[in-house]
Each structure stands twice: as C-alpha cells, then as structure tokens.
C-alpha cells in the first residue's frame, strides 16, 4: 500500500483522495484551511461544457477591464499594487486572441465532456447524495448586442457538437412556465448540468474519513525537504510528514508552493 499525501482539500484533492482511495492506497490530506470556506464550497455548480470559450477571448479586454473595477460584475478583481496581479494581466492579454482561442477550444471541451462524465459516474457510485442534475443551461439576452454573441457563440458550439438550441422569448417562456421572462431570446444548452458544491464537498469529506483517509485541517505546508532530487518530506506548521508519494492540489496558491 502506497503512503500518499495530497496537499490542499479542495475538490481537486477530495477528488484525488477518492480515487487513490479505490485503488487501495493509504492518503493524507493536508489542509491550511478549516475546510468550510473556499471556492470548492463557495462555486456555482455549474458543470458547462458550454463554456468551450476562454475566458481570454478577442472582445474581453475591454470587457474585462470594465468588469475588473466593478464589484457587482462576474469578474471582479480587488484593485491592488501586485507584480502577481500585474503578470497575470498582462498574460490574459497575449492570449486574449483569435489564434490562442481556436487552440484552447478543443482542450476544454474534451475537459469538460470528460468532467461531467465523471460526476455522471460519481452520481451513480457515491453512496450520498450531491444535487447532480443535468437539466441544461439556459443563457438570457435582452440587448441585440448580447444576442449577436450569443448567437455566434451558439453557431460555433454546434459547429464543435455542443449542442445549442436558439430559443425565441415566446420559447424561453415556455421553457420556463413558473417565472415572467423579461428577454429577449436564449440559447439553451441542454447538455450542461449543476450539482450543490456544499453538499459534494461536506459529503465527501465525511465519506473519505469513513474510509480511511487522514484529513489534517489547520495544516499549512510551508515547505519540502528535497534530497536528489527527490521530497523527503513535508514540513508543516504542525509538523514533519513523510510520503512515498505526493499530490500538489493547492488550486490558485499552486505556483507558490510548487516554488518552495
Ligand atoms: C465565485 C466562483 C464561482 C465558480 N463557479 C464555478 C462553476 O459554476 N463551475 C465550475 O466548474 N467552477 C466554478 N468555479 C471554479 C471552481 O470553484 C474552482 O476551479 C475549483 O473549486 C478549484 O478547486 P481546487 O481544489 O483546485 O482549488 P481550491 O478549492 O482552491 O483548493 C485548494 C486548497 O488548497 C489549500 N492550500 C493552499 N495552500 C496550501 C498549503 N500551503 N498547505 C496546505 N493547504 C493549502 C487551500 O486552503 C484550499 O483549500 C467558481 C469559482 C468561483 C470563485
């Protein structure tokens, strides 16, 4: 049996923790956090192979920069004196092309076609209930502007077989018979799906604990002690850990660890 350490308890490291779980190895979780907060609980749930396009996309730098100062908008960023922020910037802005988003397309719609048959698959062998629904996404517009987006975005799904169905604002209305539709049109995307974060989340930690699987909150990994080439061990704040394998699953803050 392999001793294997999975360092963030985001979904990524639930997730990976579940699997090497299956396959018969003994894992840890180091966690820095309590696990009750953070984007893996906090998301939307959407499962949305609808989202092929990058986020980096022609149009979005303006959109983006508009957006970034206001905090009621999707992708808003704490203004702040960062050279972190500064680079992240300037990278969104190199890829935010024509070339880089018809190379990226395929990637993520392949990732994404493979995710949601994972949580298909989670669906069916969890022995818990996390809110899976495939149920489609429906994306309203009430200005011609956003609909010619819509549409073009709608076309190139179809063309890349995510299927998109344009749906007139009588459509819509039918669609959505409980609720006055004040829109313009749709395009609904019935092969997305959603599921509730908390519930996978709180969940599946309770379930990895049932089988086994050592969960250290309050945890943080400050830094490794690399013999070879090789990590030797862990050091945390609550002390040393050694591994015969390792698992880096610390989301945004990956760079920084992978640095120490
Ligand atoms: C508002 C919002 C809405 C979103 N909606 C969606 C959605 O609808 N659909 C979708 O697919 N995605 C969505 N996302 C993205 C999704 O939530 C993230 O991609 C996903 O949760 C990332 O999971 P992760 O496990 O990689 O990272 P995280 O959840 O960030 O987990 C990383 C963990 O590592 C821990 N960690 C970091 N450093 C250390 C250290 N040194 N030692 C120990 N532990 C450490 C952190 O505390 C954290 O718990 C959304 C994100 C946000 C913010």
Not at 86 to 91: C, D, H, S, V
Not at 196 to 213: C, E, F, H, N
Not at 227 to 255: K, P, R
């Amino acid at each position: 049996m392999t001793k294997i350490g999975v360092i963030g308890g985001g979904i990524i490291g639930l997730s990976t923790a579940y699997y090497l779980t299956q396959a018969g190895h003994h894992v840890t979780i180091l966690e820095k956090g309590d696990l009750q907060t953070g984007c893996s609980l906090g998301n939307a749930g959407m499962i949305v192979p609808s989202h092929f396009i990058p986020l980096a996309a022609p149009g979005m730098i303006s959109k983006g920069i508009r957006w970034m100062f206001n905090s009621n908008s999707p992708f808003y960023v704490k203004p702040r004196l960062s050279a972190e922020l500064l680079r992240w910037g300037y990278l969104f802005y190199k890829h935010a092309n024509k070339t880089h988003v018809d190379a990226a397309i395929p990637a993520l719609k392949e990732l994404s076609f493979f995710s949601k048959a994972m949580y298909q698959q989670l669906a069916k062998t969890l022995p818990f209930d996390f809110g899976y629904h495939e149920r489609g996404l429906l994306m309203l517009y009430q200005s011609a502007e956003i609909e010619k987006e819509e549409l073009e975005t709608a076309e190139i799904a179809n063309h890349y077989g995510v299927e998109a169905r344009v749906l007139s604002a009588e459509q819509v209305q039918e669609l959505e018979p409980d609720v006055r539709v004040n829109a313009r049109g749709g395009v609904y995307f019935p092969g997305d799906a959603h599921l509730t974060p908390q519930d996978l989340v709180s969940r599946m930690i309770a379930y990895l604990k049932s089988k086994g699987v050592t969960i250290r909150t309050d945890c943080e990994v400050i830094d490794f002690k690399i013999q070879n080439n090789q990590i030797q061990s862990v050091n945390t704040n609550l002390g040393t850990y050694a591994f015969d394998e390792i698992v880096l699953a610390t989301g945004s803050w990956s760079g920084s660890v992978a640095r120490q």
